[in-house]
């Protein structure tokens, strides 16, 4: 009876908490019917409203077309959340940094896989958190083997400058490669709801968007850089899957274009704005002056950098489709030079101990400037056959910073 | 005989079932709608506990269970993982976390004082000039092409502090790959470059005598013997990735946030450059027939230029990003009676 009573309140907590801000529930609407038959309880009328679309407390029912040729699929308005904090954050981030300092490293593939589960597994979406399954040990391998490389690149350098010269080409040359294997990596050992995330990138196709595509750059003096960025991400989102299902990512190059050029002409202003006070202070305008000048046109740049971090993160959520899934993404560039700029300030004057603190900071506001909309079950995702994937490239293209984040 | 509530995932689609999990005679149950499933413990692998988040038991077949109740979990499978459960333990220990921090803070002072300098220091020793040449060449073309002018000073000016220069050269190894440069530009300065380069401008050699010049061209020498230079942009470049792999994802690598940090960590270093190109100018004078006080003398003309300068408040950005210690203070030091020979 204890235990009946015990579900019975579960099952409330599981419809109404989520509920009570008023966007979206946790639960799909099969888990909530099974919830109320595990509590032996019917789907009482309250229950019943509350996953109905036309209800009030399920803010907006979107209708969207779930792909082309399919009938319309109602989605409703589910917030991703950020539950992780500073605070136990930061216990696992120090205490693991310490252990990889005491062994000299070798701790950190173990360090990264756990401060890794910490970040998924604190992200929830449709009642469920993100869940990161890499193992340590394949990391290790491919830390080994970067760090092999890095020796190998500083040594030789050493010895030969013509080597020196000639590694950073070798790494230009690889660097599609590894991408290509730290995102297949990276989304094989994450999952949610018990399914794996997927990337099917080819090799190929990887060389031409991040590779080939930069000979277009002097070519067009500079102004296919928005072209090359939008087939990167186009080519990062579109080969993801979840389970069986692919990404697709909807963005044009067109919508790539306004972001960059009104970037450029901010930072151009600031240039010009530069120069010009320089041109004054030059004539007894004074060191403050040029000081101010100095502040002004850094500043001018900082604007535009977070100016294309934020339309660009928008862009891209807004633009892709998992299925009938979606999302909406209200990432504001004044938000994001805020929290930038107090990390960045934190971080120094801690002497690195506010990484943590700036992690969740930089992770909550992201997910709440994030929402999902989802169709009202789920079952529209179903597993792919498993693979296993290496973890030497991911590890690798960690090691020179190659890395792409979505 | 405990109950946990949990979900249930066939790991074929994404619904989960709510379930409730027990442990009965060494096995576990899950039932929920539609799901009555046994398993031995030995076909069950729990994740390893990290904070509160949730639990994921993997099961035969992709299957799953997660559950928030770490605490069960903990206490149905003792023996698992014991390293990462000792591991977990610590996070919470606040003992560990003290230590943890002074551990880190201790060794990031450590490599930015010590580490990073004995690092770039060996690594600078052991450049080969062809690699450094290049680069003070490079400098210096483009040093021209920003608005220096070719020298003005008198042929015979030159010739006699060019026999300076061999002379302060002459028994350092390599004494082949010093050169001296003369450049006019808009105020009195002298600095090295990569590869034994020393600049000096006109304007210096307006403002000094031929032996405060060779007072001043001595402490550059100084910079060269130290490799102060490659040891500057090492030094630099270290500093970059270390702030950049510090504030990471945070504070985004991108340069723009990062840029000034790096700036005043740099300037740390090239005070220390600075004393030792004096200490050896102070110690070399006295070998070539020079007193130290020579050097002071040129501190003293410089500074007063530059407070003359200030005061038509043209120059003075060169006093604000001057990265040289007190002036007052490198007077003295090369006032100071040399110490008595042993």
């Known amino acids: 009876m204890a235990g009946r009573a015990r579900a019975a309140v579960w099952l409330q907590i599981a419809t109404h908490v989520h509920a009570r801000d008023g966007v979206g529930l946790d639960y799909t609407r099969s888990e909530i019917a099974k919830l109320a038959a595990l509590t032996q309880t019917t789907p009482t009328d309250d229950i019943a409203l509350r996953v109905s679309p036309e209800d009030a407390l399920i803010p907006k029912a979107v209708v969207g077309a779930a792909s082309e040729g399919t009938s319309p699929v109602a989605l409703i308005e589910r917030r991703v959340e950020f539950r992780g904090n500073a ?37 929830w979406l449709v009642g469920a958190p993100l869940d990161y ?48 294997r730290g995102l297949r990596f990276r989304a094989r050992y994450s999952a949610w709801r018990g399914l794996n995330f997927g990337f099917a990138g080819s090799v190929g196709q990887s060389y031409v968007v991040f590779l080939l595509n930069y000979l277009l750059m002097p070519l067009s003096l500079g102004f296919a850089y928005p072209y090359i960025r939008a087939k990167q991400r186009h080519f990062v989102i579109a080969q993801h899957r979840f389970g069986s299902q692919h990404f697709a990512f909807d963005a044009t190059v067109g919508d790539f274009y306004p972001i960059y050029l009104a970037a450029w002409a901010l930072a151009f202003l600031g240039y010009l704005g530069l120069v010009g006070v320089m041109a004054v202070a030059t004539r007894g305008w004074g060191v403050t002056g040029v000081w101010l000048a100095l502040i002004a046109s850094y500043f001018l740049y900082f604007s535009a950098f977070v100016y294309i971090a934020a339309r660009v993160a928008n862009l891209t959520f807004n633009k892709m489709r998992v299925g009938a899934m979606r999302f909406r993404s209200n990432v504001r560039a004044r938000d994001l030079a805020g929290l930038y700029l107090g990390n960045t300030v934190a971080i120094l004057l801690t002497l690195g101990l506010a990484v943590p603190w700036a992690v969740v900071r930089m992770a909550r506001y992201r997910a709440t400037q994030l ?35 979505i | 005989m405990s109950t946990i509530e949990g979900w249930f995932y066939d790991g074929r689609q994404a619904d989960g079932v709510p379930v409730r999990v027990t442990m009965r005679n060494g096995a576990l149950c899950v039932e929920g ?196 230079v490659m040891r500057q942009v090492l030094q630099g470049s270290a500093v970059a990735v270390a702030v950049s792999l510090i504030t990471g994802d945070a504070a985004s690598a991108s340069g723009a946030v990062t840029t000034i940090p790096i700036m005043l960590l740099e300037s740390g270093y090239s005070r220390d450059f600075e004393r030792e190109a004096d200490a050896y100018a ?30 038509s408040d043209e120059a003075g950005i060169a006093g604000y990003l001057s990265t040289h210690p007190a002036t007052e203070e490198r007077i003295r030091a090369a006032e100071q009676p040399a110490p008595a020979p042993d």
């Open chain 1, 87 to 123: 605070r136990e954050y930061f216990n696992i981030w120090i205490v693991n940094v310490a252990l990889t300092l005491l062994t000299l490293g070798v701790y950190s593939a173990w360090a990264k896989v756990r401060t890794r589960r910490y970040l998924y597994g604190s992200v």
């Open chain 1, 133 to 180: 399954q890499a193992k340590p040990l394949p990391i290790l391998v491919g830390r080994a083997i970067g760090f092999v490389l890095f020796l190998a690149y500083v040594l030789g350098g050493r010895i030969s400058p013509e080597f020196g010269l000639i590694t950073p080409g070798v790494i230009a040359l690889l660097a599609p490669w590894l991408i290509v």
């Open chain 1, 371 to 405: 929402v999902a909309l989802v169709p009202e079950d789920l079952s529209g995702f179903v597993a792919d056959s498993a693979v296993t994937e290496g973890a030497i490239g991911a590890e690798v293209a960690d090691s020179f910073d190659v890395g792409v984040g």
């Open chain 2, 33 to 228: 709608e539609g799901v009555t499933r046994v398993w031995a413990l030995s076909q069950v692998e729990p994740t390893t506990r990290v904070a509160n988040t949730r639990r994921v038991l993997h099961l035969p077949h992709r299957q799953q269970v997660h559950t928030d109740d770490n605490d069960a979990v903990d206490t149905w499978f003792p023996a698992r993982a014991p390293l990462e459960r000792l591991v977990a333990r610590l996070e919470h220990h606040p003992a560990v976390v003290a230590g943890s921090i002074v551990l880190i803070l201790a060794t990031l002072i450590g490599a930015f004082w010590w580490g990073v300098p004995w690092f770039a220091l060996k690594l600078a020793q052991a450049m080969p000039p062809e690699v450094e040449r290049p680069l003070g060449e490079q400098t210096l073309s483009s040093l021209d092409l920003w608005g220096f002018e070719p020298s003005e000073l008198s042929a015979r000016r030159i010739d006699r502090l060019n026999e300076r220069f061999d002379e302060l050269v002459r028994n350092l190894d390599h004494a082949d790959r010093y050169r001296l440069e003369f450049r006019r530009a808009d105020m009195p300065n002298a600095f090295a470059l990569p590869g034994g380069i020393v600049v000096v401008t006109d304007e210096l050699a307006e403002l000094l005598t031929n032996d405060q010049i060779t007072a001043v061209i001595a402490h550059e020498i100084g910079h060269h013997v130290h490799r102060h």
């Open chain 2, 282 to 311: 102070i110690s070399r004078l006295p070998e070539v027939g020079l007193s130290p006080h020579h050097f002071a003398d040129a501190l003293r003309a410089l500074r007063e230029h530059a407070s003359a300068d200030s005061e």
